[in-house]
């Protein structure tokens, strides 16, 4: 089986590990605890076993430790879709995983999507056009699962196509 | 030996795992098994990346650090079950290989410390920014709730609209989006193309009419119109203020009364009415005798009160139908819709003249202001055919009546 590490990327609060426990245990909690250092995850799909990196996320006076995107297949660059400086971020997000991982796949979660946002079709072309190797943009909800199993799915397909070829 | 070794690392909160370049466990200090992934695979020989989920991807840095490229692998502040570790992993050479040897070490409470710190500074700025965010979209939404907006395509069918929109109707976007706009507002052109305001009527919820004005602003897609915002804004205030000014024109502004432009507007209906019916009507010019006299006695603003009260009076005496106007200084006519004889018209007139003797005002304690009245009466058809006509002819009615 084929396994390898995916990080998750993104500001401070944006619900990258509310993602990863969607994913990998399929639970939610409310309460917002802010993730200090790394806290790695497994989980299998497919053919594939992802090692989920759940890193601290990027603030204002403590940037992402460019060390834990060391030796990653893929990235999720994740962003709270009511959160407008969020989304400004990703193509700061972007640059620094290619500046560690070359040419790495994303896929781009503009998260929160429960709650009411204006977001539309337009802004999400946008975002897919920040990159070449952006994959896909979707807009999940941790809280109700929405878009969750399909983001993890979409990279691993990517990435487990490229690692064949 | 390797009893003391594990002792000072138990001491120093630090384990270890020594590997070869095949990633093959060779060695490991006691305790491991709390820390690693999945414990049951900890043995020699095994793959060490089954139990040190760090190691998978890293390969090609591995590879690196055993052919000296690079000293030293370093992650810091590894979350393993409650505690926090640093994981370093260096090249370890002796006379006959090369091995890696992998160390964990538990954070110290310090560094627990710093790190519970920036978590809570973490809440809080989250927690700022969303009711800085609250705070601000409701300041939007009170400015919002009072201007509809929504976008139409080049169709004129609704695209988008705000909540202020849903409000207004009641409705749900569901209700709203991709029908046309004319659905819900009504004007006397209803095209939109080439203009940039417009003015709306619209019905609310409690089916009131609300006057908007509306500015289209167009929205291009590569040189090209394809959509139009439009944003609504309730005038209704702007109607009040017409009518205010209306009302304005055709009233007395000290007694409220009709003036001679509706007094002569009314009189038009009703010989209309009369030439259909063949009824007639009375109309009665009043004269407040020496009204001069009541200014220069008690002063201008006495006058105006006593106008003020002839004019209640007189409103007061009349049936719902009838008219009163003032038609000048100390002039009033009432408009009786009524056929009267000679001898009602007398009796009318006399109880008009009574009305004043019992009426006198009461400026102050001491100053109570009689007044009486002179009136000239005419009626339609028999003496003018038109109100201007109506009016000469009562006034030189009434000054008969005062000179006698």
Known sequence: ?165 | MQNITNLICLKSNISYIVFDENFSILDFSDHLENLVDESEHLMFGADIRDIMWELVGMEERMHELYENSTYELHFPMILKGNEYYDLDIELFEDSVDKYFIAYLSKKTRESLSYANTIKEMNKKTLIYESEHKQSKEEHYQLINKRVLNFNVDMDGRITLVNDAFLHFFDLGRDEILGEHFSLFFKARDLSIEDKTSMIFNALNMNSEMVAFHANIIPIQKDGVINENIIVCQDITYLREIEKELEFASEHDSLTGLCNQFILFKRVDELIKKCDKSGDSFMFCFIDVDNFKAVNDNYGHHAGDMLLKHIAEILSDFVRKDDLVARVGGDKFVLLFDMTFTKESKKIMKKRIEDLAQKSSLVYTQDDIIDFSFNIGVVSYPKDADNAADLLKKADKAMYKTKKK
């Open chain 1, 1 to 165: 089986m084929l396994a390898y590490k995916v990080v998750m990327v993104g500001d401070f609060g944006v619900g990258k590990t509310s993602l990863v426990k969607r994913f990998v245990d399929n639970s939610f909690s409310e309460e917002y605890l802010s993730t200090i250092g790394v806290s790695i995850s497994k989980k299998a799909i497919n053919d594939s076993t992802l090692m989920l990196w759940d890193i601290e996320g990027h603030t204002e006076f403590k940037p992402i430790f460019k060390q834990y995107l060391s030796g990653a297949k893929g990235f999720i660059v994740v962003a709270d879709i009511n959160r407008q400086n969020t989304i400004e971020s990703i193509q700061r997000h972007i640059e620094l995983c290619h500046s560690s991982v070359k040419n790495a796949p994303i896929c781009i979660a503009l998260n929160k999507s429960d709650i009411h946002h204006t977001l539309d079709e337009n802004d999400m072309q946008k975002l897919k056009e920040l990159s070449e190797f952006v994959v896909e943009v979707y807009k999940t909800s941790a809280k109700e699962g929405s878009a969750v199993a399909d983001i993890f799915n979409e990279l691993d397909e990517h990435i487990s196509k490229s690692i064949k070829k």
